[in-house]
Structure formats: C-alpha cells, structure tokens
Nanobody, 121 residues
Framework: QVQLVESGGGLVQPGGSLRLSCAAS????????MGWYRQAPGEQRELVAR???????YYLDFVKGRYTISRDNAKNTVYLQMNSLKPEDTAVYYC???????????????WGQGTQVTVSS
C-alpha cells in the first residue's frame, strides 16, 4: 500500500505565496507521474500541474507563470510553489501519483487526503 501525505496549505492574502508538499511512502519501486489537482466548492476536480519522472511538466493555463511544480525523486516528494495567489485559487488541493510497487507489477494511482488553500483578505 502507498500513502500520500500533503502539507503546506492555509490562509493567505491575495498576492501571497504558499508551498505545498506531498510525500509518498509505502511499497514504492518507482513513481512515474506526480501531480496536483484542486477542487473548489461546487466545481469539478481539475488538474493544476503534473511532472513526470523525466521532468516533463504540464500546467493549467490559469496558473502558468505563478505556480511551479518540482519533485525530489530520492524523497518521493512533489512540491507546488504557488505565488501571486488569487481568490480564485481557493480550493482543496490534492496530490496524485502513479506508483509502481515493484518491477513485475503495473502502476496504481493514488490520492492524498487534500489540503485546504484559502486566498482571502
């Protein structure tokens, strides 16, 4: 089994910054894609950013230039640096990862428990 544990959410004023972290632990041989999704009240969950094991990165258009995703493969950890935050960024942010438990098995997809980000004055 694999666990994803997020940290770093909170309340911040518009224009402020937060850094989210997500550490994966458990039965891990390799992690291909790690990413961040978010879900605002009454809205569908959406992909915010993702990064592959070889460093390929995708960003949602709305966050381009403000958010930076990175990962530390040795620590099985993914980060999301969020700058110039806007009230529209308010949501629960979820970590997601495709984890391969050993060389003979395919990857499974896992979710973290979510961390609240609130941007408000």
């Amino acid at each position: 089994q694999v666990q994803l544990v997020e940290s770093g959410g909170g309340l911040v004023q518009p224009g402020g910054s937060l850094r989210l972290s997500c550490a994966a632990s458990g039965s891990i041989f390799s992690i291909n894609v790690m990413g961040w999704y978010r879900q605002a009240p009454g809205e569908q969950r959406e992909l915010v950013a993702r990064i592959t094991s070889d460093g390929s990165i995708y960003y949602l258009d709305f966050v381009k230039g403000r958010y930076t995703i990175s990962r530390d493969n040795a620590k099985n950890t993914v980060y999301l640096q969020m700058n110039s935050l806007k009230p529209e960024d308010t949501a629960v942010y979820y970590c997601n990862a495709d984890v391969r438990p050993n060389p003979s098995r395919r990857s499974n997809n896992y979710w973290g428990q979510g961390t609240q980000v609130t941007v408000s004055s």
